[in-house]
């Protein structure tokens, strides 16, 4: 059993940063987010692939804006996010899960975090 518990997030006006941690160790590591009414979202992916390196994937719109990094001596995951928009608004949750495929795929994730909320302002 892995048990997440994630840590930041907030109000912040646009343009503005956030810095989400998520503490809990697993192979791959995910962000989602979820704005009322809509469904919950892929974020951003960190996986440690078979020769010890990460690779991470973002969804488009976060492209540029955020970083997934993993601090593996504290087993945390971070998701740093820059120049932050009204519309990145939404309860963000940490996903893990051992293995290393379909890490946009919200239903191939084991073990969620508490979920934090984000708020950004116009």
């Known amino acids: 059993q892995v048990q997440l518990v994630q840590s930041g997030g907030g109000l912040v006006q646009a343009g503005g940063c956030l810095r989400l941690?998520?503490?809990?160790?697993?192979?791959?590591m995910g962000w989602f987010r979820q704005a009322p009414g809509k469904e919950r979202e892929f974020v951003a992916a960190?996986?440690?692939?078979?020769?010890?390196?990460?690779?991470?994937v973002y969804v488009d719109s976060v492209k540029g804006r955020f970083t997934i990094a993993r601090d593996s001596a504290k087993n945390t995951v971070f998701l740093q996010m820059n120049s932050l928009k009204p519309e990145d608004t939404a309860v963000y949750y940490c996903?893990?899960?051992?293995?290393?495929?379909?890490?946009?795929?919200?239903?191939?994730?084991?073990?969620w975090g508490q979920g934090t909320q984000v708020t950004v302002s116009s």
């Open positions: 996903a893990a899960k051992e293995t290393t495929l379909r890490l946009a795929d919200k239903d191939a994730y084991d073990y």
């Open positions: 941690s998520c503490a809990a160790s697993a192979r791959t």
């Open positions: 960190i996986s440690r692939n078979w020769n010890g390196g990460e690779n991470t």
